[in-house]
């Protein structure tokens, strides 16, 4: 990915939203917040005398040490917030914008229009950035993700080089412990997603429980703005009774194949309406975990009129 020192004048500062939201977007996993981070640091630059603007050769790299360092604060201060969440936190699922067709009375842009989708956006990759520090987490991102110097990083996490190595490395092994994918798509994930989907649409509890690893877990996230369970299910056996029982509570549910987070998923629609957004990860042909956002706030992307 490109690196945000592309910049070689004041006048390209506008231009570099989009850098800047995929950075704060895989920092934060919160489309709201990765947008407030990026408008916090366009105020801030724009708030720079113009003498001081002018001396700035790369905007790209002050704008998106500002940006790092105000998703740091943010990620801060996020656990103690998600400690007060209903049930589990999930990062926002993102549809991929080339299925939405963008026909005529579209609405304006979304921020997640923004996204450059890739494997450090799965949701199976993002869960694994969640498991890290903040300062992991930075170094990691703007490291391995768009390749960012570590003396660069170091003026967005105020630590030396070295220090800033060391985070990154001790990242890099969470992200092997977990076996997070490498890959954003294959033909076997998609072929999985759908046997699912056609097995759940049949209410089919053995067939579901045969596409579904024996120690897979599924974790619900509805903020205490839908019901879900609340707290992850284990086991593929109870898994499946679990989403047949959903299926029988919701007569009227459209199930529908699409990418989420650049890999294949399930959305879940009602009345037009798009009540859940399921993402899976698949090992060796099964489906090891599933992620399902249902609180409404973190679908906001998804409510599009030319979805279908």
């Not at 105020?158 to 490395?169: I, Y």
């Not at 429980?209 to 599924?218: E, I, N, S, T, W």
Request: charged share 25%.
């Amino acid at each position: 990915m490109s690196r945000g020192t592309a910049g070689t004048s004041a006048d390209g500062a506008p231009g570099e939203r989009r850098q800047l939201f995929n950075v704060a977007y895989r920092l934060l996993g919160s489309v709201a917040e990765s947008e407030d981070a990026v408008q916090e640091a366009y105020t801030r630059w724009y708030a720079l005398p113009r003498g001081r603007r002018d001396e700035i050769t790369s905007p790209g790299a002050w704008l998106t040490t500002v940006t790092g360092r105000i998703c740091l604060d943010v990620l801060g201060s996020a656990r103690a917030r998600r400690e007060r969440y209903v049930g589990a936190w999930l990062p926002d699922p993102l549809p991929d914008r080339t299925e939405w067709g963008h026909g005529p009375g579209a609405g304006p842009a979304d921020p997640a229009d923004l996204l450059v989708l890739d494997e450090s956006v799965t949701m199976a990759f993002l869960v694994v950035l969640e498991s890290m520090t903040p300062a992991e987490r930075v170094a990691f991102v703007l490291h391995d993700v768009f390749r960012y110097p570590f003396a660069e990083i170091a003026a967005v996490l105020g630590r030396t080089p070295a220090a800033c190595k060391q985070l990154a490395a001790s990242a890099r092994r969470r992200v092997r412990a977990a076996r997070a994918p490498v890959s954003v798509a294959t033909a076997g994930q998609a072929d999985a997603v759908r046997q699912v989907k056609e097995a759940w649409e049949s209410r089919d509890i053995a067939a579901l429980v045969g596409l579904l690893d024996p120690a897979a877990v599924m974790t619900a996230d509805g903020g205490g703005l839908a019901g879900t369970a609340l707290r992850p299910i284990e086991g593929g056996a109870r898994i499946a009774q679990y989403m047949v029982a959903l299926a029988d509570k919701a007569p009227g549910l459209e199930l529908l194949e699409r990418s989420v987070n650049g890999a294949p998923g399930l959305v879940a629609r009602r009345d037009g309406v798009v009540v859940t957004v399921a993402s899976f990860d698949v090992t060796e042909g099964r489906v090891a975990r599933i992620w399902a956002v249902r609180n409404p706030e973190k679908l906001r992307p998804w409510a599009r009129p030319d979805l279908a």
